[in-house]
T-cell receptor
Framework: TQLLEQSPQFLSIQEGENLTVYCNSSSVFSSLQWYRQEPGEGPVLLVTVVTGGEVKKLKRLTFQFGDARKDSSLHITAAQPGDTGLYLC?????????FGGGTRLMVKP | DSGVTQTPKHLITATGQRVTLRCSPR?????VYWYQQSLDQGLQFLIQ???????AKGNILERFSAQQFPDLHSELNLSSLELGDSALYFC?????????????FGSGTQLSVL
């Protein structure tokens, strides 16, 4: 069974702070996706990283795929209340997409 | 709006009962996935269909079954329900069913087993 460990599980910060969420595994993935889920809704894809060492930026969000394609990080700069939600990483391999347990982020105004 | 429709949005039932959850994928998507989300287990993959055929199976209990119909909609059947089956059940769809593809998720069905 491939496991994706996300840390931290919960994060509560003030508006304007920076934060980093981690997604780690002992398995190699062909690609890794990051989703954000808001209450009452399904997850929505933010980004897909494919190449080891790849860095992608989406406004204030920076995503990095580890060189060995086993881990990834999401960095948010100057967090805003609208960033509040559950952040999920998902690793793709063979015929399956495995989700991590998620990081629940709350950004307080 | 993801384009994936799930019904019903909420379902309350009793232990031992059987329920059917329904999913209509995004127009043009051939593959449907079912996930279970609970507070202590995260998002767990149950099963995937592609163009009517089962493609991959995850942690789906024998009490659960699913199918994808010729019009590509899918149903997830949960039987002999237990309290622990209470969870959010999500359907997602993608065009080709490849694991690198973007998944479009529905808003989920909240199942409460009392």
């Amino acid at each position: 069974t491939q496991l994706l460990e996300q840390s931290p599980q919960f994060l509560s910060i003030q508006e304007g702070e920076n934060l980093t969420v981690y997604c780690n595994s002992s398995s190699v993935f062909s690609s890794l996706q990051w989703y954000r889920q808001e209450p009452g809704e399904g997850p929505v894809l933010l980004v897909t990283v494919v190449t080891g060492g790849e860095v992608k930026k989406l406004k204030r969000l920076t995503f990095q795929f580890g060189d060995a394609r086993k881990d990834s990080s999401l960095h948010i700069t100057a967090a805003q209340p609208g960033d509040t939600g559950l952040y999920l990483c998902a690793g793709a391999s063979r015929n399956m997409l495995t989700f991590g347990g998620g990081t629940r982020l709350m950004v307080k105004p | 709006d993801s384009g994936v429709t799930q019904t019903p949005k909420h379902l309350i039932t009793a232990t031992g009962q059987r329920v059917t959850l329904r999913c209509s994928p995004r127009s043009g998507d051939l593959s449907v996935y079912w996930y279970q989300q609970s507070l202590d287990q995260g998002l767990q993959f149950l099963i995937q269909y592609y163009n009517g055929e089962e493609r991959a199976k995850g942690n789906i209990l024998e009490r659960f079954s699913a199918q994808q119909f010729p019009d590509l909609h899918s149903e997830l059947n949960l039987s002999s329900l237990e309290l622990g089956d209470s969870a959010l059940y999500f359907c997602a769809s993608s065009v080709w069913g490849n694991n690198n593809e973007k998944l479009f998720f529905g808003s989920g069905t909240q199942l409460s087993v009392l």
